[in-house]
């Protein structure tokens, strides 16, 4: 499809950790970028005006504060712009919020993906990129977790809400022929990664001297997966001719628990001292993402490593403090 001037990408949730960084891309590419994003009082509003503190220095990019629910203003955007195609990676985030709080889960990441695809539908966009989560595969134990495995067997609210929002894509691109491309993401980090997911939480505490909670005997793993990777994905999705697909964006290198932290400790240059708790409810066993999908549609495989990721992380986590001091 064409990525020319001939109109904006409206990417939300563009303040976010995995939203600024697609929208870092598009602009050094040339695109328009419109960012939405409600700023959330979830985490410090500081850190997600830093995240975006690059873009707002470029003409191509332009942010909008607001809800994704809100037709009101959905219908201002598509109706004052040229909006070519939606990256949508606004979301309520976080398997154990979740728990405690899932009807505001169902509400922005049910309701509002239903009035961003309306938005989409009305007013003929090109392309509908939908951020989902390798959440949504459960317990599954067949490993590595392909896009054919089925997931309705979520074990979270917001894993069930991931799994609804694909299927409310779908609906979609059957009834209307939107061109919709759903991206699994697989536990995703590097450089404004949320403050409450495990590395940033890691690091923080490590550079305080404080002890890392380790929930479990250390044998959980997840697939570990570079946000400039995670880019990378996204931006050839959105560039696709693709109908309909939904396609896997992780490492394919799954890491234990008890590993990580020892990675982490070392990028720090610290040793971690452990403080042993019990299995979280929500959280999956494993996860080990099949990307061979991801290969044959997008050209698409992960480049980074483990090691490599987190020394970034710790550089700019460290930035980061100092710039909020």
Same mark, same amino acid.
């Given at each position: ?8 990408? @409206?990417?939300t *949730?563009?303040a976010?950790?995995? %939203?600024?960084?697609v ?6 590419? %040339?695109?328009p970028?419109i960012?939405?994003d409600?700023?959330d009082?979830?985490y &410090?509003?500081r ?6 503190s690059? @873009? @707002? $220095? ?7 504060? *607001?809800n994704?629910? &809100?037709? #009101?203003? +959905? ?12 990256i949508h990676l606004?979301a309520r985030a976080?398997?154990r919020p979740?728990?405690h709080?899932p ?8 309701? *509002?993906?239903?009035?961003?695809? $309306?938005a989409a539908?009305? =007013?003929?966009v090109d ?11 459960g ?6 977790l392909? $896009? $054919? ?14 799994v609804a929002?694909?299927a409310?894509?779908?609906a =979609?691109? =059957?009834?209307?022929g ?5 991206l ?6 590097g450089?404004?990664?949320?403050p409450?997911?495990a590395i ?21 793993s997840?697939?570990y997966?570079?946000?400039?990777d ?5 931006l050839a999705a959105? /560039? ?7 396609i ?6 799954p890491i234990?628990?008890? #590993?990580?932290i ?11 001292h452990i403080? +042993?708790? /019990?299995?979280q ?6 996860t080990?993402?099949?990307?061979e999908?991801?290969?044959?549609l997008?050209n ?6 483990l090691?490599?990721?987190?020394r970034?992380?710790?550089k700019w986590y460290?930035?980061?403090?100092a710039?909020?001091e």
């Amino acid at each position: 499809m064409s990525t020319g001037a001939s109109g904006s990408v @409206l990417v939300t *949730g563009a303040a976010g950790f995995i %939203g600024s960084h697609v929208s870092e891309a598009l602009v050094e590419r %040339g695109t328009p970028v419109i960012g939405l994003d409600n700023f959330d009082p979830y985490y &410090d509003r500081r850190i997600k005006r830093l995240n975006v503190s690059r @873009l @707002l $220095e470029s003409d191509r990019f332009q942010l909008i504060e *607001g809800n994704i629910r &809100d037709t #009101e203003v +959905l219908a201002d955007l598509f109706e004052r712009g040229a909006i070519e195609g939606v990256i949508h990676l606004a979301a309520r985030a976080g398997v154990r919020p979740s728990i405690h709080r899932p009807l505001d889960y169902v509400s922005t990441n049910v309701d *509002g993906t239903m009035v961003l695809l $309306e938005a989409a539908r009305i =007013h003929n966009v090109d392309r509908f990129v939908f951020g989902s989560s390798s959440s949504v595969y459960g317990e599954a134990n067949e490993m590595p977790l392909s $896009e $054919e495995q089925r997931v309705d067997r979520p074990i979270s609210p917001y894993a069930a809400t991931k799994v609804a929002g694909e299927a409310l894509c779908h609906a =979609h691109h =059957h009834l209307y022929g939107l061109p919709v491309v759903a991206l699994r993401f697989f536990t995703v980090y590097g450089p404004r990664q949320r403050p409450d997911l495990a590395i940033n939480k890691f690091v923080r505490l490590l550079e305080a001297g404080k002890p890392i909670p380790q929930y479990g005997d250390g044998s959980s793993s997840r697939d570990y997966t570079y946000i400039e990777d995670i880019a990378r994905g996204v931006l050839a999705a959105y /560039d696709s001719d693709l109908e309909w697909a939904i396609i896997n964006l992780g490492s394919s290198s799954p890491i234990r628990l008890d #590993e990580m932290i020892r990675a982490v400790a070392d990028s720090v240059g610290v040793e971690a001292h452990i403080e +042993l708790r /019990d299995d979280q409810p929500g959280d999956v066993p494993r996860t080990y993402a099949s990307v061979e999908k991801a290969l044959r549609l997008l050209n698409w495989e992960p480049r980074w490593k483990l090691a490599e990721g987190l020394r970034e992380f710790v550089k700019w986590y460290r930035w980061s403090v100092a710039e909020r001091e």
